[in-house]
């Protein structure tokens, strides 16, 4: 059974993911902001992270990212990110263009259908190492 980490700040969001995942036999951990979620990863190695941007900060999904590409033990954990940040805010977030400075797999705009997150996560539970974004470069 694959494990997938949920981290967002949203109690609603993370209820209705962890029921649409455990419902196509994955195994859910979750976490409400981005340090917690880095600790959750060091401990229980998922194979999928799923990180909405915006938390406790407007940025923490980001930073996230960086810290888990920093360490070796969960560098190579595919994540994917949630982001409402052109929804919330003035800025304008554009993952083709923007999200090649991240270091993260694949992005999905909120609100996320079932169908497009359990597409995307199965794409990125097959990739291979060698086709995880580390370095956050294109």
Same mark, same amino acid.
């Given at each position: 059974? !694959?494990?997938?980490?949920?981290?967002?700040?949203?109690?609603?969001?993370?209820?209705?993911?962890?029921?649409?995942?455990?419902?196509?036999?994955?195994?859910?951990v979750?976490?409400?902001?981005?340090?917690?979620?880095?600790?959750?990863?060091?401990?229980?190695?998922?194979?999928?992270?799923?990180?909405d941007?915006?938390?406790?900060?407007?940025?923490?999904?980001?930073?996230?990212?960086?810290?888990?590409?920093?360490?070796?033990?969960?560098?190579?954990?595919?994540?994917?990110?949630?982001?409402?940040?052109?929804? !919330?805010?003035?800025?304008?977030?554009?993952?083709?263009?923007?999200?090649?400075?991240?270091?993260?797999?694949?992005?999905?705009?909120?609100?996320?259908?079932?169908?497009?997150?359990?597409?995307?996560?199965?794409?990125?539970?097959?990739?291979?190492k060698? !086709?995880?974004?580390?370095?956050?470069?294109?």
């Amino acid at each position: 059974m !694959k494990k997938i980490l949920l981290i967002d700040d949203d109690p609603d969001i993370l209820e209705s993911l962890s029921t649409v995942f455990q419902s196509h036999g994955y195994e859910i951990v979750t976490a409400a902001n981005g340090t917690e979620g880095y600790k959750i990863a060091v401990k229980e190695k998922p194979d999928l992270i799923i990180l909405d941007v915006m938390m406790d900060s407007s940025d923490e999904g980001f930073k996230t990212s960086y810290s888990i590409r920093k360490n070796e033990e969960i560098r190579y954990t595919p994540i994917l990110m949630l982001t409402s940040v052109n929804t !919330k805010t003035n800025f304008s977030f554009d993952p083709k263009i923007d999200g090649q400075y991240l270091p993260v797999d694949d992005f999905v705009e909120k609100p996320a259908e079932p169908a497009l997150l359990l597409e995307k996560t199965s794409t990125l539970l097959n990739l291979g190492k060698d !086709k995880i974004n580390i370095s956050g470069k294109p």
